[in-house]
């Protein structure tokens, strides 16, 4: 380990005030972790499918009032969750990056923060949930007509893939990438962290914005999305064992 790795070490494991933020970080990441496993094991389940999502307002309402649990998912509240759980990890992995690679952190942290406001703040799956017990009790055609256009215009918006839903997947995404800067910048965290997370995140980002923008065949971006699905599962056990490393205030870098 190099004279500036120890020194930055040092600095961060020696920060008692931090501590308890770190490893409420590490806990927040496999929080997120596990909740990241849980929704790719539900399209798993029969009837659960990705393929389950309407393609029109009318299958929506249909779907919520058949299934409100499986409508919430295919309208990203499981993501939504995720997201807020995530968000101490990052505020952690800025307070192991402010006296090493501030701006670098600073800036990821306000851009993650951003994209998951603009994610949450978008997102269709409550109100839609509420439109459609509206639309079951509609007694007149003109309330059905005022209710489709209500919830054709909240997933035009917010639904999944939609360009309301893209502004905030992309900030969070890139939020992401700045942290993994801070980290190869400020040596606290391994390279090997910083790596995998740099090409897990920049893998999904060309996902999102193929999906959303590319009329592309969907098997070439989710051929670019697996990999880096899985390198970003490894990088959050790898940084969670770092950070409840710090909390503990160890000073084993690895």
């Not at 919520?64 to 807020?84: C, E, M, V, W, Y």
């Not at 800025?94 to 994610?119: D, M, N, P, S, W």
Request: hydrophobic share 50%; with cysteine; proline share 3%.
């Amino acid at each position: 380990m190099s004279r500036t790795e120890r020194a930055s070490t040092s600095t961060v494991t020696t920060d008692s005030s931090w501590r308890g933020i770190y490893v409420v970080g590490g806990i927040a990441a496999l929080l997120a972790l596990a909740g990241t496993l849980t929704d790719i094991a539900i399209t798993m389940i029969p009837g659960w499918e990705a393929s389950t999502v309407p393609a029109t307002i009318e299958q929506w309402f249909t779907q919520f009032q058949a299934n409100p649990l499986l409508g919430l998912r295919n309208l990203d509240l499981l993501n939504i969750t995720i997201s807020a759980v995530g968000v101490p990890l990052y505020v952690a992995l800025y307070g192991v990056h402010r006296k090493v690679c501030q701006g670098y952190a600073a800036l990821a942290l306000v851009v993650v923060a951003l994209g998951i406001a603009v994610f949450v703040a978008n997102n269709a799956a409550l109100p839609m949930l509420e439109l459609s017990r509206q639309y079951s009790a509609a007694s007149t055609e003109a309330q059905r007509l005022a209710l489709q256009g209500a919830g054709e215009a909240l997933l035009a918006k917010g639904a999944h893939g939609s360009m309301g839903a893209f502004t905030g997947f992309f900030l969070s995404s890139i939020g992401t990438l700045l942290m993994t800067v801070a980290m190869f910048k400020g040596k606290i965290f391994s390279r090997a962290t910083a790596y995998t997370g740099m090409i897990g995140i920049s893998l999904l980002l060309v996902y999102v914005v193929g999906s959303t923008f590319l009329p592309g065949p969907i098997g070439v971006l989710m051929a670019i999305a697996m990999p880096g699905g899985l390198l970003m599962i490894a990088w959050n056990v790898m940084v969670a064992r770092k950070l409840l490393q710090l909390g503990r205030g160890a000073k084993d870098k690895r």
